[in-house]
Structure formats: C-alpha cells, structure tokens
C-alpha cells in the first residue's frame, strides 16, 4: 500500500527550539512553509488546534491557497461550535480545494487547557459528545433530504446542507486518543487513527485495539498513522550529536523553572505551562512511561524531547541516517502504519530534507516491500 506523509504548519515559525516571535499569524511563512511541504513531496499538511492558536481551517486555506495538490488536514475539536456548521465549513473548503481536505479530531485530554474555550466537561462526556457530533457531521455530509437528530449532546430539526463533500467517499476523518473511550469512538468513526511515536511491540498494540474496536463495529480497520519527530544527519555519531543539541537547547529555553525529566515545557507557542496545564491525557502518560523505560528504544526510538517536555505533545524521535531512518520507518510500516506524521525542529529546513533525503528513501522501500509481497523480513528491533 503507498505510503502517506503529512507535514506540519502554524501561524509563524517555532517549535520546542525556536521560541515564536511577531505576530501569531504570518501570512507569507504559512505560504512558505505550505509550498516547502509540497515540493518536498509530503502528501498533507496538519493545521493544528490549541486553545491559544490561530484558527486551524483558516490556516489551512490559506495553506490551500498557494498550492496545487497538497492536502490539508485540519485539526477540529468538537464542542465548540455546531456540528452541522463544522460539516458546512469543512465541506466548503473540500469544494474549493477540489478535494485536498481532510478532518483530525481531537476530542481534548487536557481538563484545564479545554477550560480556557469554555468547556468544562470530563473527558468521559467529551467522547460521548464527540460520538454522538461525528453521527451528525456525517448525516449532514450526506444527506440529500432535510433530516432530524435528537441525542444527549444536540438537538437538530430539519439540518441539509447545499454543500457536501467534493468526492463521493467523503471527508476522510483522522482520529487520535488512546483511552478505552477514545479507542471506541475510533472504532465507530475513524478512516484513520493516529497514533504518538512509540516502541514496536506497544505501536503493534494499539494497532489491534483499534482494529477490534473497528471489526466490534461492523466496520474495516482505518489506515494508521504515525507521529514522530526525524533527526538525521549524514553519520549516525552526528545524528545522536544534533539530538543532544536540540535537547540542551530546549532545556536552555526552558530556564531554571522546568528541569530534565519535569513533567513541563515550552509549549507550541513558546509559553511557559503552569502547573495546572500538565498533561493529563492518556497519550501523554504513555509517552512518560516510554521515557521510564530508557532514552533509546528499539534502537532509533529517542525519548529524549520527551523527557523534558512531559511527552505533552508528539515528542518522540527516530535517529540516525536517512537511511537508517528509512529502515525503521518500514518497519512501523510492516506493523501496519500506512502514514507517516512527520515534523521536524528546524520546522522549514527539516521539511526540506525529509523531501530529499527520507521520503524517497521510504517511498522506495515500501514499494518494493509490496513489490516481492514482503518476502523479504528484516528485524524491526535492529532497524
């Protein structure tokens, strides 16, 4: 099966080492940033979502708007406005990008950051709420006679949209969350299931929750997608240099209030979390579990940027050559992951090299993996 990969775009440029500076929305580098992404090959770019963050869909049509064929995928949280709106704005975009959206749902595990918007629902209701909102964002996507809806969460009386779809197979939904709630409502929704970067036997793991909670729906299991951070250099020694670098320099940002090992950073904004924003999201959990577990797993697997940042966040890397990268990336893709989420630290000049150095590299692999029916095995732990 193709490879996909997905990029990564925000309102200015930063990350965990480039604290953000001028205003929060800068039209030319998301102009930039979205055109680097496509002539590097990737095939989708997030548009992220935070409570502080510039608006994720107008993000991404602005992304759409300099480019040709990149995809877009853009992070939605249900709850805050109707479901039915979101089904038109998300459905509007698809037409005007003839076809490039699709929808990232992120339900929200952190009590105190979804405070800040207004919500103050447990993270048990936010599934149920995001169960029964997806149910009605798809009827209004499909649906060619007025229709009724009345659950828990919404009440709907004669909902139709004028706009649907651009394709006929719809809007694809990503879905993210590792919770027995979140697992469920992936299984009743999600075309694809995004998952943080961790170790083999845990990524083949959660590829079988899913897939069982899918199969317990009647429905097929979704592609799978998984979320690392890349850091390469020509030697491997100059691989696991950088990445010290990075984790030194995130740790000098951080300045004497947050150490090694705290459970706190920088976030993506470049602010400082309280105390009150620790992660408290099952994803970011296991990333401290991983972190207890060493700094190099299955070889390439670094938890470094997870350890000082609390694994708040998709923090976890994969080090080494391109090619040895690209070696460990098929192996993920031999567990079943079909999509790679990609970004990097330097998030322009990383994007660059992905496309020239790594997505080749992987692309290569996998097609002739499928080419000899994946005869040919090799040692995920020794990749």
């Known amino acids: 099966m193709p490879v996909e990969f997905i990029g990564y775009v925000t309102g200015r440029n930063q990350s965990e080492t480039i604290p953000g500076a001028g205003p929060a929305v800068d039209p030319d580098y998301i102009a ?38 990149l995809g877009l995928l853009v992070a939605h949280r249900p709850g805050f406005v109707a479901p039915t709106l979101a089904a038109r704005q998300l459905a509007t975009l698809d037409q005007i ?30 599934y149920a709420r995001t169960d029964e909102y997806l149910d009605i964002v798809r009827k209004e996507w499909a649906s060619q006679t007025p229709f009724d809806h009345q659950g828990p969460f ?17 809007i694809p939904i990503y879905f993210g969350g590792v ?3 979140a697992i469920r409502v992936a299984g009743r929704h999600a075309d694809a299931y995004a998952l943080w970067g961790e170790t083999y036997d845990e990524v083949a793991r959660l590829i079988a929750r899913v897939s069982a909670s899918a199969a317990a729906n009647g429905r ?5 997608s998984l979320s690392l951070r890349p850091i390469l250099a020509e030697t491997e020694d100059a691989a696991w240099d950088r990445a010290q670098q990075i984790r030194a320099r995130i ?30 999201n099952e994803g970011s959990r296991r990333l401290q579990r991983l972190v207890a577990r060493g700094e190099r797993l ?60 790594l997505i080749p590299r992987v692309r290569a692999l996998v097609a002739a993996e499928d080419a000899t029916g994946g005869a040919t095995q090799i040692n995920p732990h020794a990749a």
């Open 32 to 69: 930039t940033t979205a055109r680097v992404h496509e002539d590097a090959g990737f095939d989708r770019v997030l548009a992220a979502f935070h409570s502080n963050s510039p608006d994720s869909i107008l993000i991404a049509q602005h992304a759409a708007s300099v480019t040709r064929r």
């Open 97 to 126: 990008t003839r076809g490039r959206v699709a929808v990232h749902i992120i339900t929200g595990g952190n009590d105190i950051e979804l405070q800040a918007d207004g919500d103050h629902t447990t993270k048990v209701e936010r």
């Open 154 to 170: 919404y009440r709907v009386d004669g909902a139709q949209s004028q706009v649907h779809p651009y394709r006929p197979t719809g």
């Open 179 to 181: 919770s027995d709630e």
């Open 220 to 224: 097929p299991a979704p592609r799978f």
């Open 251 to 280: 740790v000098a940002l951080q300045g004497d209030a947050i150490q090694p090992g705290a459970s706190a950073a920088l976030d993506t904004a470049g602010a400082r979390p309280s105390a009150e924003t620790l992660p408290t």
């Open 298 to 357: 299955d070889t390439r697997l670094w938890t470094g940027v997870a350890a000082v940042t609390g694994g708040r966040w998709n923090s976890t890397s994969l080090v080494g050559t391109p090619d040895q990268v690209a070696e460990s990336l098929l192996a993920y893709y031999r567990l079943g992951i079909t999509t790679f989420l990609i970004r990097g630290f330097d998030p322009i000049s990383d994007a660059v090299a992905y496309g020239r150095d």
